[in-house]
């Protein structure tokens, strides 16, 4: 019955775990590489969702902030995934004259990350524009 095998029994044996143990060193290195990378890593999606997750908890102060302002009331603070993860600050303006104490007051309440403002006009005119974190 040995006609067919060109090497003894054992010798496979040995090939086949040492095989496995590098297989299962390299897995645990890529798992590890992949997880370092998701925690801290370069790739844009992950700064992205620290964005979004700092967004999210700044939210609600800021939305208090705009309740506080009569001017302001009508607006909704609340998180954009755009330009990386933002905050989105969006409703009905009253008038354009109040845009820059709009952003004053939002640049107060020291947000983590940029701010996007999505904002109209009574008369249906569109104000907006993105202000990077400085």
Same mark, same amino acid.
């Given at each position: 019955m040995t006609l067919f095998r060109s090497h003894p029994v054992g010798a496979t044996k040995k090939r086949s775990a040492r095989f496995d143990?590098?297989?299962?060193?390299?897995?645990?290195?890529?798992?590890?590489?992949?997880?370092?990378?998701?925690?801290? @890593?370069? +790739?844009?999606?992950?700064?992205?969702?620290?964005? %979004? #997750?700092?967004a999210e908890l700044h939210a609600p102060a800021l939305q208090s902030r705009l309740n506080q302002d009569t001017r302001y009331a009508g607006l909704k603070a609340g998180i954009w995934p755009g330009e990386g993860g933002c905050l989105s600050?969006? @409703?009905? +303006?009253?008038?354009?004259?109040?845009?820059?104490? %709009? #952003?004053?007051?939002?640049?107060?309440?020291?947000p983590p990350v940029g701010v996007i403002y999505d904002?109209?006009?009574p008369t249906g005119e569109h104000l907006g524009g993105w202000q990077p974190l400085k």
């Open positions: 143990a590098i297989l299962s060193i390299l897995l645990l290195l890529g798992l590890a590489v992949l997880f370092y990378t998701m925690r801290y @890593g370069p +790739l844009p999606f992950t700064q992205q969702i620290r964005n %979004l #997750k700092a600050v969006h @409703g009905v +303006l009253n008038s354009e004259a109040e845009l820059p104490e %709009l #952003k004053k007051l939002v640049m107060a309440s020291k904002l109209e006009l």
